[in-house]
């Protein structure tokens, strides 16, 4: 079974900073299978990337995902108020068929 | 535009089952998937299983394997998420939410229907 583990656990920055996320997998993943999801308290998620690097519908392009194997990094290049949330990255595993999350980072403000 | 929305909120006792609906809109339904979501209290996301609607095709995580399922209908466009002998620790937010097919992604959800398990 993969696991996903994203550090840091909390990160503390300020808005116009440069945030960097990271996702490691315990076993190498396909990138096509990783994305990177965004959550507010009280909101459900809200898709960001695919394929590791691809960004969904709507999505500024400040929010960027990169990585292949065992380690995704999402990165926001100049932190808006509006992007102090919890991430989680995501994977799809064939074998058995199973989607997993990392624990999420919460980007908090400094 | 896309909608998921689920029902409202559940309060069960321990040992009782909970069914959750989840009804889609402005996509043709037969053509995604639907799966379920939970997270509990300040905890992370936990994929629970998934329908391929055109299919009636399901797969669950491990962990809920004789305790979930997920049913659908065609008819009005909705999934159904039944979760059986709850515990206390079952008490979480579940989502629904689509995968555009063999996209691996969940670029939809619904709002969260907070289930309370408790004695």
């Known amino acids: 079974e993969i696991v996903l583990t994203q550090s840091p656990g909390t990160l503390s920055l300020s808005p116009g900073e440069r945030a960097t996320l990271s996702c490691r997998a315990s076993q190498s993943v396909n990138s096509y299978f990783l994305a990177w999801y965004q959550q507010k308290p009280g909101q459900a998620p809200r898709l960001l990337i695919s394929g590791a690097s691809s960004r969904a519908t709507g999505i500024p392009d400040r929010f960027s995902g990169s990585g292949s194997g065992t380690d995704f990094t999402l990165t926001i290049s100049r932190l808006e108020p509006e992007d102090f949330a919890v991430y989680y990255c995501?994977?799809?595993?064939?074998?058995?068929?199973?989607?997993?999350f990392g624990q999420g980072t919460k980007l908090e403000i400094k | 535009q896309v909608q998921l929305v689920q029902s409202g909120a559940e309060v069960k006792k321990p040992g009782a089952s909970v069914k959750v609906s989840c009804k889609a809109s402005?996509?043709?339904?037969?053509?995604?998937?639907i799966h379920w979501v939970r997270q509990a209290p300040g905890h992370g996301l936990e994929w629970v299983g998934i329908i391929k609607s055109s299919i009636d095709d399901t797969t669950y995580a491990q962990k809920f394997q004789g305790r979930v399922t997920v049913t659908r209908d065609t008819s009005t466009s909705t999934v159904y998420m039944e979760l059986s002998s709850l515990r206390s620790d079952d008490t979480a937010v579940y989502y629904c939410a689509r995968e555009p097919p063999h996209s691996y992604k969940f670029d939809y959800w619904g709002q969260g229907t907070p289930v309370t398990v408790s004695s």
């Open positions: 402005g996509y043709s339904f037969t053509t995604h998937y």
């Open positions: 995501q994977q799809y595993d064939s074998s058995p068929p199973k989607y997993t």
